[in-house]
T-cell receptor
Framework: NAGVTQTPKFQVLKTGQSMTLQCAQD?????MSWYRQDPGMGLRLIHY???????DQGEVPNGYNVSRSTTEDFPLRLLSAAPSQTSVYFC?????????????FGPGTRLTVT | GDSVTQMEGPVTLSEEAFLTINCTYT??????LFWYVQYPGEGLQLLLK?????DKGSNKGFEATYRKETTSFHLEKGSVQVSDSAVYFC????????????FGTGTLLAVQP
């Protein structure tokens, strides 16, 4: 299994540009999430999905869109990039084991918006 | 709201020293508790977890005990190695039937030979 994969690893955007961060998992996990990591703030949840066709907002959803057309893929779209979106983005997938969830993280995408 | 508080770093230790990284959480319900580790340039990996009060999670010489009375989940290791240098994140489950995680801000550990 490849686990959770993310592309690209690095990206530089200009303010106002749009792009999609890709995330895929091959573990047949129902649940997928996007987090952003900023210095001194830990990881914050952007959006999450509990299954194909179902998404919901996390703690910091503004400026981001998601969709979940398949179990495997959960792309994150930046509609109009802003410098405040400079961050490291992590995708995670998880399964439910006896009522608890264990999350598996991808390697991250480092995004810089100038 | 729900939150996790962990000690600020960086924590700098010599090899074979004893490690403690403090973590406390807000006590809404009975969440699962986790420690994740992030090595330089990599994503987060689950280090250990505990799902109910008095559970002890352990892995790779690290331990943490779920203390409901003090709402704490401190990470300990008896003898650290240079290879343990990383950022450590404490996290709690979001509560209920949810896969959400609430993270602390992370603690950088630097182990010197």
């Amino acid at each position: 299994n490849a686990g959770v994969t993310q592309t690209p690893k690095f990206q530089v955007l200009k303010t106002g540009q749009s792009m999609t961060l890709q995330c895929a998992q091959d573990m047949n996990h129902e649940y997928m999430s996007w987090y952003r990591q900023d210095p001194g703030m830990g990881l914050r949840l952007i959006h999450y999905s509990v299954g194909a066709g179902i998404t919901d907002q996390g703690e910091v959803p503004n400026g981001y869109n998601v969709s979940r057309s398949t179990t495997e893929d959960f792309p994150l779209r930046l509609l109009s990039a802003a410098p405040s979106q400079t961050s490291v983005y992590f995708c995670a997938s998880s399964y439910r084991d006896r009522g608890q969830y264990e999350q598996y993280f991808g390697p991250g995408t480092r995004l810089t918006v100038t | 709201g729900d939150s996790v508080t962990q000690m600020e770093g960086p924590v700098t230790l010599s090899e074979e020293a004893f490690l403690t990284i403090n973590c406390t959480y807000t006590a809404t319900g009975y969440p699962s508790l986790f420690w994740y580790v992030q090595y330089p340039g990599e994503g987060l990996q689950l280090l250990l977890k505990a799902t109910k009060a008095d559970d002890k999670g352990s892995n790779k010489g690290f331990e943490a005990t779920y203390r409901k009375e003090t709402t704490s989940f401190h990470l300990e290791k008896g003898s650290v190695q240079v290879s343990d240098s990383a950022v450590y994140f404490c996290a709690r489950g979001g509560g209920g039937a949810t896969n959400k995680l609430i993270f602390g801000t992370g603690t950088l550990l630097a182990v010197q030979p």
